[in-house]
């Protein structure tokens, strides 16, 4: 490498049931800002949680049996130095970080609380945001208290459901009826989510979303839904792509809708009138600062074909990468192709951390100091 190359560390992998989906994504971003000339820094994380630095990470991730013992440490304020506790050796210095992490301990706010401790400028939403945005009931909740339109729905906790069956079926019931959807709070890519028409398929969505949360979701089902998506890029100015529609291959867009059949379809730009396309780019834009985002976030909602009402989903703060994923291509048909859309990632990143740096650490006991 040379002197004037930026050392991008790309983290992937991690403890969460989209460990694949991280995988596929870290590779095209890996590939691409190789090309565009950066000298990236491969980190992997296990799906128990051991951080792997030497090698090559994404062969030991594919072979649980080569994972090495030595785990990682972090140390907060080394002059951005990852150490492995083992040994103390030093790894090379990092200029940013590229969470390529989808789901729990990566999409989160957990990594990004860890880099802010360390001083590490990084890709992507704070530890407010990417908390906020991965819990989808604490999500709606801010939405909804920022008069932005949600989905009627019920949260409930795994331990009511354990305790209090009927009366968990029986609020639902009478609050939202049939058809629903079931979710776990804190998960992606459709991972646990299932489509609930009767009071046994109820009681089983429930069970299967349990296993993988302790907080689970309900909402209504939308009458003759369009799945839209939109792209926001930006710190305090954030912009909107055009829209994106997704037409599943299967009832819902689950999860292999999503990975697995490929027959799924994704129209970019979505085929909406004009004055929905602006709507669309207004909410998404809205929610985005609504939970103070910062670099991306890819927005999804539901559209009424029956009465043309527009619902926001979910936040996505660390959305798939892969280069046919619907967030690069939002903006590649906006105009900002893949490598110049990692190259601005990159650069939000690091107008967030000079923005970080200039507020005080310290109090003088009321006096101003210049």
């Known amino acids: ?33 190789r090309q565009s000339g950066h000298h990236v820094i491969p980190i992997g994380i296990t799906r128990g949680g051991r951080w792997l630095l030497r090698g090559d990470p994404f062969a030991i991730l594919s072979d649980v049996a080569r994972n090495p013992d030595a785990d990682v440490v972090e140390t907060p304020g080394a002059g951005h130095e990852l150490v492995p506790g083992a040994t103390g050796e030093t790894f090379p210095r990092i200029d940013v970080v590229f969470p390529v992490l ?10 990004q609380g860890l880099l802010e401790l360390a001083g590490i400028p990084y890709v992507g939403c704070g530890v407010l945001a990417s908390s906020l ?74 069970n299967v979303a349990a296993r993988y949360d302790r907080r689970l ?88 074909d029956s009465t043309g009402d527009l619902y926001i989903t979910e936040l996505n703060t660390l959305p798939g990468f892969t280069a046919i994923s619907m967030y690069p291509k939002l903006w590649e048909a906006s105009g900002l192709p893949y490598g110049e859309l990692l190259d601005r990632l990159i650069d939000l990143a690091m107008e967030r951390q000079g923005d970080r740096v200039r507020s005080q650490t310290k109090y003088y006991g009321g006096q101003l100091q210049a």
């Not at 989906?21 to 890996?30: D, G, Q, T, Y």
Request: net charge negative; aromatic share 6%.
């Open 133 to 206: 945005s991965m819990d989808k009931i604490a999500c709606k909740n801010v939405l909804a208290a920022h008069g932005l339109p949600v989905v009627p729905s019920r949260a409930i906790n795994r331990s009511l459901w354990d305790r209090e069956p009927d009366r968990v079926i029986v609020d639902i019931e009478t609050a939202l009826g049939y058809p629903v959807f079931v979710k776990p709070a804190n998960l992606g890519s459709s991972i646990g989510v299932s489509k609930a028409k009767d009071r046994s398929a109820l009681v089983a969505a429930l």
């Open 217 to 304: 979701l309900v909402e209504q089902a939308v009458q003759l839904p369009r799945e839209i998506e939109c792209a926001v890029l930006g710190n305090d100015d954030p912009i909107a792509s055009v829209p994106g529609e997704v037409r599943p291959s299967n009832e819902f867009y689950d999860y292999a809708a999503k990975y697995i059949d490929g027959r799924s379809e994704l129209l970019i730009p979505a085929p909406l009138p004009p004055a929905v396309t602006a709507r669309v780019q207004e909410l998404a834009v809205a929610a985005f600062r609504a939970v103070d985002g910062a670099g991306l976030a890819r927005i999804d909602f539901l559209l009424s």
């Open 102 to 111: 989808h789901g729990p301990f990566g999409e989160d706010g957990t990594v």
């Open 1 to 33: 490498m040379t002197d004037d190359q930026l050392r991008v560390a790309v983290i992937f992998g991690g403890q969460s049931g989209e460990h694949d989906v991280s995988l596929a994504s870290a590779r095209s971003v890996m590939t691409v800002l």
